[in-house]
């Protein structure tokens, strides 16, 4: 008989960068991944969730819209999934959705998520968990990150410090000590893709700077830099996290209105810098680091293929081996989507999903609503 702890959980996560929908089948202890897919938004579901990261008009009749778009594209890939890549068979437990982040506030006590549950329920007649963030908010925290337990279960290693450092529309580092004597922590550090991106696509018409080549070819602009790491954000203490309401495009050309003209490939330089420059000041200013020795520093998220961004963080971070994910078994394009199916597993076992030390919650918190 298929126990709950061996069945199957899809995970669906989409991120800040925009770029699609994550799914991923997995089953936990031992972790086994089953199946794999990723769905590019339609331009025009795109463009509305892009919308709605800001104030606007008719919001509330704009997001009941994307709401249920984005939902019956969710429903499509868990069924793709399902019926494609051999999973019929098995038993599916859950459906994890993380749905997408439209506005985070945690000053305010509240982070929406859209991709409305009960659809999916309906479409796939799976039962789905789904607004993970809002009962560690009401516990007193911020929400985010939320990877951090996942991160301690796959990542913690008995001997080696490592830090689990998640490369998506925003950046997040997971500190995991050697050993379990002390306690994991982890918050943002602020933009990744998300402003590359943005740049990128609004300049080139590419969604993302592919391998870093157009970055490659521009110079970073010391001043720029300078200005944008000026920002409030960074020298918030921790626990905090960020978003698209603090970093966009509008955001970046506000500050280039106080420059001089920069080129837009020096511009595109200056943003991957800043990425290495504020993950690795956190790293370097975190409890884990010393100056006499480091760890390890494991990448995931779509950062991790950014070969310039890569290679500016192992420049700035001399005492750290980078690794990518994909060498403990789980390639770095699925992380987050794996870490929201395993808080679907805790959520269907009643155990806690959030980190207080993370997210700064007063107390641990099973996370997740369900919609059967």
């Not at 506030?105 to 998520?113: A, E, T």
């Not at 989507?337 to 395993?342: H, K, S, Y």
């Given at each position: 008989m298929t126990t709950v702890s061996s069945g199957v959980y899809i995970g669906v996560m989409s991120g800040t960068s925009l770029d699609g929908i994550d799914l991923v089948a997995v089953s936990f202890e031992?972790?086994?991944?089953?199946?794999?897919?990723?769905?590019?938004?339609?331009?025009?579901?795109?463009?509305?969730?892009?919308?709605?990261?800001?104030?606007?008009d008719n919001e509330i009749e704009r997001m009941g819209v994307a709401d249920v778009a984005l939902a019956k594209a969710i429903a499509a890939g868990v069924n793709t999934l399902k019926h494609d890549k051999a999973l019929t068979g098995k038993d599916i437990i859950a459906v994890a959705s993380h749905g997408q982040t439209i506005r985070h506030?945690?000053?305010?006590?509240?982070?929406?998520?859209i991709g409305d549950p009960n659809w999916i329920a309906e479409l796939t007649n799976l039962p789905v968990i789904a607004d993970f963030r809002r009962r560690d908010m009401a516990a007193g925290g911020q929400g985010a990150p939320l990877v951090p337990a996942f991160h301690q279960y796959l990542f913690q290693h008995s001997t080696i410090?490592?830090?689990?450092?998640?490369?998506?529309?925003?950046?997040n580092i997971t500190l995991l000590p050697a050993g379990n004597d002390h306690p994991v922590s982890g918050y943002d550090t602020g933009p990744a893709n998300l402003l590359m991106d943005a740049w990128c696509q609004y300049h080139t018409g590419a969604l993302f700077d592919r391998d870093g080549q157009w970055a490659s070819m521009g110079t970073i602009h010391w001043g720029l830099l300078e200005l944008l790491l000026s920002h409030e954000f960074f020298s918030r203490p921790a626990p905090k996290s960020t978003g698209r309401e603090e970093f966009h495009r509008h955001w970046l050309e506000q500050q280039l209105q106080q420059l001089e003209p920069i080129s837009a490939q020096d511009v595109q330089a200056t943003l991957v810098r800043f990425t290495a420059q504020t993950v690795a000041d956190a790293i370097r200013h975190s409890d884990l680091s010393n100056d006499e020795a480091g760890g390890e520093v494991w990448l995931c998220g779509g950062g991790a293929f950014n070969p310039l961004l890569c290679q500016q963080l192992a420049e700035l971070l001399p005492n750290w081996v980078l690794r990518q994910t994909s060498e403990a078994g789980l390639a770095p394009q699925w992380v987050e989507?794996?870490?929201?199916?395993?808080l679907g597993w805790r959520r269907i076992q009643g155990l806690p999903g959030n980190m207080p030390a993370v997210t700064g919650a007063q107390h641990p918190r099973v996370l997740g609503m369900l919609s059967a």
């Open positions: 031992p972790l086994s991944v089953h199946a794999t897919l990723t769905l590019p938004f339609e331009e025009s579901l795109r463009d509305a969730l892009l919308a709605l990261t800001q104030p606007g506030r945690p000053d305010s006590g509240f982070s929406l998520q410090p490592r830090i689990v450092l998640n490369l998506g529309g925003i950046a989507a794996t870490a929201f199916a395993w």
